[in-house]
């Protein structure tokens, strides 16, 4: 590594990296409804991996997805078996 730091607990939006979750969020919008956590759901999920020691730079260390798009699927579980 070139001397980057990796902010832990932070979600890509607080990263600075904003090309990614852009692409994160063009692929969220393309699923569909019955199959898309609802909004107070979908920030519910957020808020518990706000506060998760396995979320580093963005990315879960558990399972390396990225939980803004995980937890937008209705059927999707967190590894951790928080949500």
Same mark, same amino acid.
């Given at each position: 590594?070139?001397?980057?730091?990796?902010?832990?607990?932070?979600?890509?939006?607080?990263?600075?990296?904003?090309?990614?979750?852009?692409?994160?969020?063009?692929?969220?919008?393309?699923?569909?409804?019955?199959?898309?956590?609802?909004?107070?759901?979908?920030?519910?999920?957020? !808020?518990?991996?706000?506060?998760?020691?396995? #979320?580093?730079?963005?990315?879960? #260390?558990?399972?390396?997805?990225?939980?803004?798009?995980? !937890? !937008?699927?209705?059927?999707?579980?967190?590894?951790?078996?928080?949500?």
């Amino acid at each position: 590594m070139s001397g980057e730091r990796f902010c832990r607990r932070c979600f890509l939006i607080e990263s600075g990296r904003e090309d990614t979750l852009k692409s994160i969020k063009e692929h969220i919008e393309k699923i569909p409804p019955r199959e898309k956590s609802g909004g107070e759901e979908y920030n519910r999920r957020l !808020a518990v991996c706000s506060g998760c020691e396995s #979320l580093v730079g963005g990315v879960c #260390l558990k399972c390396g997805c990225y939980p803004e798009f995980r !937890a !937008a699927f209705i059927r999707q579980k967190c590894p951790c078996k928080k949500w």
